[in-house]
């Protein structure tokens, strides 16, 4: 009896951990690139900041001044100024 507890508590401990590391496994990561990184951050922000009403920021409207900013060729210094500017 004790054998098969301990076989149930073990698969099911397989299963919790694959079915958690199933997307760091099986995804890839995303490309690494100036508009990726913006659209990441801002999305990051938009989800886990919640301070947007206290301090009467409308992010959609940050997103529409900042993002024609951000161009596929641009280097990594360029496009930490415009990201430190909009944050």
């Known amino acids: 009896m004790n054998k098969i507890v301990n076989f149930i508590l073990i698969l099911a401990a397989f299963a919790v951990l694959s079915a958690s590391c ?3 496994l099986l995804e890839k ?3 690494n ?3 990726n990184n913006f659209e990441y951050l801002w999305q990051d922000v938009k989800n886990k900041h919640s301070y947007f009403e206290y301090k009467s920021v409308d992010w959609n409207e940050v997103y529409n001044n ?11 210094k360029e496009l930490f100024a415009v990201l430190a500017d909009m944050l």
């Open 22 to 24: 199933e997307k760091q």
């Open 29 to 31: 990561d995303p490309i």
């Open 33 to 35: 690139s100036p508009v």
């Open 66 to 76: 900042y993002r024609p900013l951000i161009q596929g060729d641009m280097d990594d």
